[in-house]
């Protein structure tokens, strides 16, 4: 079974302050790794995979297997920032056709 | 970004009624998928296809239904078996390729009267 866990539902900080959504997963092989964002009144789209190690609009995430997380940072946040945040686990192998995702973070970027 | 489609933006669905959600594509896509996207429950899928004529069910298939007739298509049907159907829905679509990832629409927003 593959599992991933977001644990905070709310997460605010200040315009300019560092910020990093936690992400925990669970699965026994080697999985892909991403976040998706959605921006109010816009529709769900990838922000970064683990693959492609780069960096999409300040962010970037590392895998970390021994710990198994993905956590997604940014060093100094934006108010554009604001957005619900979704890490999502492709498995390997014969569950490499479905995504799952975490419940989500809520990131508010305050002025 | 606008390769995947659905309407409608919003449905009303009745007591009893069946109610049918549409997601199309021309991103000459193999795969398709539905989830349901409810508050502090994140997605969950409903269900999927990886190929004209063959779908599967995913987590929370249960008062749902789907078909697969065209590569650009894939219609969720919302049963009046499904209990608590209030929710948005979205489609995503997804090319074959490992590497591939996922593409969502603009979502369909369920409401029971």
């Known amino acids: 079974a593959q599992r991933v866990t977001q644990p905070e539902k709310l997460l605010s900080v200040f315009k300019g302050a560092p910020v990093e959504l936690k992400c925990n997963y669970s699965?026994?092989?080697?999985?892909?790794l991403f976040w998706y964002v959605q921006y109010s009144r816009q529709r769900l789209q990838l922000l970064l995979r683990h693959i492609s190690r780069e960096s999409i609009k300040g962010f970037t995430a590392d895998l970390n297997k021994g710990e198994t997380s993905f956590h997604l940072k940014k060093p100094f946040a934006q108010e554009e920032d604001s957005a619900m945040y979704y890490c999502a686990l492709r498995g390997s192998g014969g569950s490499n056709y479905k995504l799952t995702f975490g419940k989500g973070t809520l990131l508010t970027v305050n002025p | 970004d606008g390769g995947i489609t659905q309407s409608p933006k919003y449905l009303f669905r009745k007591e009893g009624q069946n109610v049918t959600l549409s997601c199309e594509q021309n991103?000459?896509?193999?795969?398709m998928y539905w989830y349901r996207q409810d508050p502090g429950q994140g997605l969950r899928l409903i269900y999927y296809?990886?190929?004209?004529?063959?779908?599967q069910k995913g987590d929370i298939a249960e008062g749902y239904s789907v078909s697969r007739e065209k590569k650009e298509s894939f219609p969720l049907t919302v049963t009046s078996a499904q209990k608590n159907p209030t929710a948005f829905y979205l489609c995503a679509s997804r090319d074959r390729g490992y590497q591939e990832t996922q593409y969502f629409g603009p979502g369909t927003r369920l409401l029971v009267l």
């Open positions: 296809s990886q190929i004209v004529n063959d779908f």
């Open positions: 699965y026994s092989g080697s999985p892909e």
């Open positions: 991103l000459n896509h193999d795969a």
